[in-house]
């Protein structure tokens, strides 16, 4: 199932997305909300009618890079042995069709396209056998990089937690084998990146459980899981595309930050 989150007469719901063809989709409103008991309304309004927003809005983002060896490779950095952790703030979280906003202190900003894990129940120190028990499903992340600012201070706080750093979207699918996707990036239309998940070097099981022996983790909680080779310069007025096999695009326009 894929469930999105939108805005429409200025309320905020989540619905079911139903049908195949982008310009006939339409919205199943849901009663409650995704993370727990909930019915379709069977009330329904088409995609087009209405908002598309970041399908949730996180306590936390959990990032790990360095996931991909040709990645790190592409970087100069050796591949670790553990997973690497960092967080985003729930401040850099926009939606699709939402605007990146290239800040003021960089003048290298990358693109990272990632597959992203939202979390459906509060868990901790969870067994890897129980993994996917806590798993609400799957969408599109880039978890955009101002790379200069990186390698100036060391230290990702910045360079990966400024506002607008991380779109998320379209939707959450649910119903998703995430072991061997496609993971596809173009900027304007060219090709920038293409991977598979079946590259990672922890898994989404093995980063969950290294994570959660950590901290608890929420409902609506998100999960990066790193980027294939391939990131690169974006630039205002570029448009970014993030396509997973399974889930769809998530679509991006960098502007200058106002």
């Not at 598979?196 to 990066?224: C, F, K």
Request: with cysteine; charged share 25%.
């Amino acid at each position: 199932m894929r469930i999105a989150r939108f805005s429409i007469d200025g309320n905020v719901a989540f619905g079911a997305i139903e049908g195949d063809k982008q310009d006939e989709l339409v919205l199943d409103i849901i009663k409650g909300i995704p993370f727990a008991d909930y019915e379709l309304s069977g009330t329904k309004v088409p995609v087009s009618k209405v908002r598309l927003l970041p399908p949730v809005l996180p306590n936390k983002v959990v990032a790990f890079g360095r996931n991909y060896a040709e990645h790190a490779k592409e970087l100069g950095h050796e591949v670790p042995d553990a997973p690497f952790a960092f967080f985003k703030p729930s401040t850099s979280v926009i939606g699709p069709g939402d605007e990146i906003q290239y800040p003021s202190f960089s003048e290298e900003v990358h693109h990272e396209a990632e597959l992203a894990v939202v979390i459906g129940r509060m868990c901790r120190e969870v067994p890897r056998e129980r993994v996917k028990d806590v798993i609400f499903g799957y969408t599109c992340a880039n978890d955009v990089t101002a790379r200069d600012v990186q390698r100036r201070e060391k230290q990702w706080a910045r360079a990966k937690g400024f506002d607008s750093s991380c779109p998320l979207g379209p939707w959450v699918e649910t119903d998703l084998d995430a072991s061997d996707l496609t993971i596809q990036l173009t900027v304007n239309g060219q090709q920038r990146q293409l991977g598979r998940t079946s590259e990672m070097i922890h898994s989404v099981e093995d980063l969950i459980v290294n994570i959660s022996e950590a901290m608890t983790l929420l409902p609506g909680d998100v999960i990066l899981t790193g980027t294939p080779a391939g990131v690169g310069p974006l630039n205002v007025g570029d448009e970014v595309a993030v396509t997973i096999e399974g889930i769809g695009t998530l679509t991006n326009k960098v502007v200058k930050r106002g």
